[in-house]
Nanobody, 123 residues
Framework: QVQLVESGGGLVQAGGSLRLSCAAS????????MGWFRQAPGKEREFVAA???????YYADSVKGRFTISRDNAKNTVYLQMNSLKPEDTAVYYC?????????????????WGQGTQVTVSS
């Protein structure tokens, strides 16, 4: 079993930055591919970024060049650095563990989810 706790969300003006953190319990964290997803009101949950245990990263086209996913296996934590934020980035952001990935990107969502953290970008 893996438990995930996100933090770092908040209200920011367009063009600003936020860094989300996801702390994971369990000794298997370093073996999992980790991901970030987001869900805006009235919309489906969508993929944002993912990172393999070895550090290879994948991004949705909408965030490429602006967001950076990283991980610290010693701290059982994955991060999402979000720069140049836009109002359309407003959503609840969720951490996801044991994401399925191919060389092309996301194959499947993982079984473990955090509770989510709200990100609001004002124009």
């Amino acid at each position: 079993q893996v438990q995930l706790v996100e933090s770092g969300g908040g209200l920011v003006q367009a063009g600003g930055s936020l860094r989300l953190s996801c702390a994971a319990s369990g000794r298997t964290f370093s073996r999992f591919a980790m991901g970030w997803f987001r869900q805006a009101p009235g919309k489906e949950r969508e993929f944002v970024a993912a990172i393999r245990s070895g550090g290879t990263t994948y991004y949705a086209d909408s965030v490429k060049g602006r967001f950076t996913i990283s991980r610290d296996n010693a701290k059982n934590t994955v991060y999402l650095q979000m720069n140049s934020l836009k109002p359309e980035d407003t959503a609840v952001y969720y951490c996801n563990a044991d994401v399925g990935l191919s060389s092309a990107g996301l194959l499947r969502r993982g079984d473990y989810w955090g509770q989510g953290t709200q990100v609001t970008v004002s124009s």
